[in-house]
T-cell receptor
Framework: DGGITQSPKYLFRKEGQNVTLSCEQN?????MYWYRQDPGQGLRLIYY???????QKGDIAEGYSVSREKKESFPLTVTSAQKNPTAFYLC?????????????FGPGTRLTVT | GQSLEQPSEVTAVEGAIVQINCTYQ??????LSWYQQHDGGAPTFLSY????GLEETGRFSSFLSRSDSYGYLLLQELQMKDSASYFC????????????FGSGTQLTVLP
């Protein structure tokens, strides 16, 4: 079964701690994306990667970091510099950057920082 | 930056037809996608318009008018399971083709 997995589903952290969210896909897609969703809001792009070992900042990259060492994996680190980290984080992929209009989403990780 | 406008809420009854409108800014526009998201779930792709006109996929259709910077999602023969949030997303021009999402329209289908 092909798809995108994100783990864990729920994550709780104390302020001041860095936390890494996992995203894995077995769809053989080149492009991967991280979004943040706040209650009642749309998705905002944090980072995206069109190819292994390359990634670009999205609209709200401050306080976040990513890596793309393997095609299948695009982990997101929420650092202590992120002022309001509590949110629903969604990872997505598309076959390539030019087919980004159709993205496949993982189930999301709900992060709570207290 | 780019921004999209869509109604925050729409209510309709089972079996009815509902239209969700979306207006966008024209700077760097490439196309318009639509996504459905059930409460607490992952968004799923519904439709894409790269050209003006109507795209039909079963009960769902999407329309784009570049001259009016406007699109809509049409849902026919509404079912209870269609209750969800619907997002329009602007596809940017350029090699990366990033998506910028609207704030979403919460559709409630009543029996």
């Amino acid at each position: 079964d092909g798809g995108i997995t994100q783990s864990p589903k729920y994550l709780f952290r104390k302020e001041g701690q860095n936390v890494t969210l996992s995203c894995e896909q077995n769809l053989n897609h080149d492009a991967m994306y991280w979004y943040r969703q706040d209650p009642g809001q749309g998705l905002r792009l944090i980072y995206y990667s069109q190819i292994v070992n390359d990634f670009q900042k999205g609209d709200i990259a401050e306080g976040y970091s990513v890596s793309r060492e393997k095609k299948e994996s695009f982990p997101l680190t929420v650092t202590s510099a992120q002022k309001n980290p509590t949110a629903f984080y969604l990872c997505a992929s598309s076959p390539s950057g030019t087919t980004s209009y159709e993205q496949y989403f993982g189930p999301g990780t709900r992060l709570t920082v207290t | 930056g780019q921004s999209l406008e869509q109604p925050s809420e729409v209510t309709a009854v089972e079996g009815a037809i509902v239209q969700i409108n979306c207006t966008y800014q024209t700077s760097g526009f490439y196309g318009l996608s639509w996504y459905q998201q059930h409460d607490g779930g992952a968004p799923t792709f519904l439709s894409y318009n790269g050209l003006d006109g109507l795209e039909e996929t079963g009960r769902f259709s999407s329309f784009l008018s570049r001259s009016d910077s406007y699109g809509y999602l049409l849902l026919q023969e509404l079912q209870m399971k269609d209750s969800a949030s619907y997002f329009c997303a602007e596809v940017a021009s350029g090699s990366a083709r990033q998506l910028t999402f609207g704030s979403g329209t919460q559709l409630t289908v009543l029996p």
